[in-house]
């Protein structure tokens, strides 16, 4: 018998069917003995209709009155469910954020949770009670509502998890855990069987979408088993490791360590543009002065390069989220005279993507395998960073597809590791 958070997407409780189907599933971890704590999301496209509702009155509406609308989509799945859990004989009680107690910063649309009261949810527990909470939602100080950004209701599961100490924390999506890149893709994609979390934030952070940022972090800070499996497979009650993804700490065990694939995954973003700015005297300053400016517009910087100066100047060039290019390019040009710059050139139509493994830290020769394999295929690189556990390129948008398929066979994550 354990203690499990279990969580459900939009796309789980995306008709009245699903949720029905979501609370028989709940019925066969209740009929082991499970002790179950159950947060939702709102039903598939509501906080997007939400959203549309509140801009056609206002474009940027008060961020009070928009947390309030907002968590109203989350408040209809838990009751629902609870409903379909208490016709199956199974005792349940659904709780809005405010109700169970979670709270919050007063940062309206991107709150942060500060603490939840374990009481209440202890007590209903030990009466046998499926408690469901509504995700994404908390409640400040003052009583106020707030909410905790796009996809937060995967925070909301990993501080209950978190808070009540579960065994584990599922989240349920549409999606039967994390694959060695996206399947749309590369097709041979892999599920892997477990990803540590620094790996896993290296995939979220670098595109891939399958459980919100924060959630990991969290989940990796307070030691929380986190496990992203697909709601439309049967529960899977052995441990025969085709029980989606399990995101854990890294195996520290020397015999393990051996087995450990030494690279998890590919991970991609298409949302990348570069500037560069050409013969800038190099001198002190001259990475604050280009940056500064850009930073100045909450425009945030990704990779970064300067060249070493030959007769006296450098190439500065820098990425930004595509959204950002002509806003940034705009800065550059106004700075590029006052710093004696020959010239602001960019590229809006290039992606990045990073290999991204634990195994990186204790073997030579990723990298230049990587840049082989990239050039066999007439793949041009326009910029390298590295981290521990990563590589990144950049590359022509064009080489995408292609890029990432030959990286991937390269690395052979086609096949079981
Ligand atoms: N319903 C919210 C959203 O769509 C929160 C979540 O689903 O995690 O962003
Ligand atoms: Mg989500």
């Not at 474009?59 to 008060?62: A, L, T």
């Not at 891939?208 to 919100?212: E, I």
């Given at each position: 018998m354990a203690l499990i958070v279990q969580k459900f997407g939009g796309t789980s409780v995306g008709t009245v069917d699903r949720i029905e189907n979501v609370a028989e599933r709940i019925g066969k971890f209740r009929a082991r003995g499970d002790d179950i704590i159950v947060v939702v999301s709102a039903m598939s496209g509501e906080t997007n209709r939400l959203v549309a509702l509140a801009q056609s009155i206002n474009?940027?509406?008060?961020a009070r009155e928009y947390d309030v609308l907002l968590s109203t989509g989350e408040q209809v799945t838990i009751a629902l469910l609870s409903m379909a859990l208490n016709k199956r004989d199974i005792a349940a009680r659904s709780y809005t954020g405010s109700q169970v107690h979670i709270l919050t910063d007063s940062a309206h649309n991107k709150a942060r949770i500060l603490d939840i009261e374990e009481k209440n949810i202890r007590f209903d527990l030990q009466k046998g009670r499926v408690i469901v909470v509504a995700g994404f939602q908390g409640v400040d100080e003052s009583g106020n509502i707030t909410t905790l950004g796009r996809g937060g209701s995967d925070t909301t599961a990993v501080a209950l998890a978190a808070a009540l100490k579960a065994d584990e924390c599922q989240i349920y999506t549409d999606v039967d855990g994390v694959y060695t890149t996206d399947p749309r893709v590369v097709p041979e994609a892999r599920r892997l069987d477990k990803i540590t979390f620094e790996e896993m934030l290296e995939m979220a952070s670098l595109g891939?979408?399958?459980?919100?940022i924060r959630a990991v972090e969290f989940a990796g800070k307070y030691n929380v088993p986190l496990r992203v499996l697909s709601s439309f497979d049967e529960p899977n009650f052995t441990d025969d490791g085709a029980n989606g993804t399990l995101i854990t700490f890294e195996d520290k065990n020397e015999e393990n360590e051996m087995e450990q694939a030494l690279i998890s995954g590919i991970a991609f973003n298409r949302d990348e543009a570069k500037l560069t700015m050409l013969g800038v005297p190099d001198k002190p300053g001259v990475a604050h002065n280009i940056l500064g400016p850009i930073g100045d517009s909450n425009i945030e910087i990704d990779m970064i390069i300067q060249n070493i100066g030959a007769d006296g100047t450098t190439d500065f060039t820098f990425t930004v989220h595509r959204n950002d290019y002509s806003t940034a390019k705009d800065i550059l040009h106004k700075i590029a005279g006052e710093l004696g710059a020959r010239e602001v050139v960019g590229d809006d139509k290039i992606v990045k993507i990073s290999l991204v493994g634990v195994g990186m830290r204790s073997h030579a020769g990723i990298a230049s395998t990587m840049f082989k394999a990239l050039a066999d295929e007439g793949i041009n690189i326009n910029m390298i960073a590295t981290s521990e556990i990563k590589i990144s390129v950049v590359v022509d948008e064009k080489y995408l597809e292609l890029g990432v398929r030959t990286l991937h066979s390269a690395f052979g994550l086609e096949q079981a590791s």
């Open positions: 474009e940027k509406p008060d891939s979408k399958v459980l919100q």
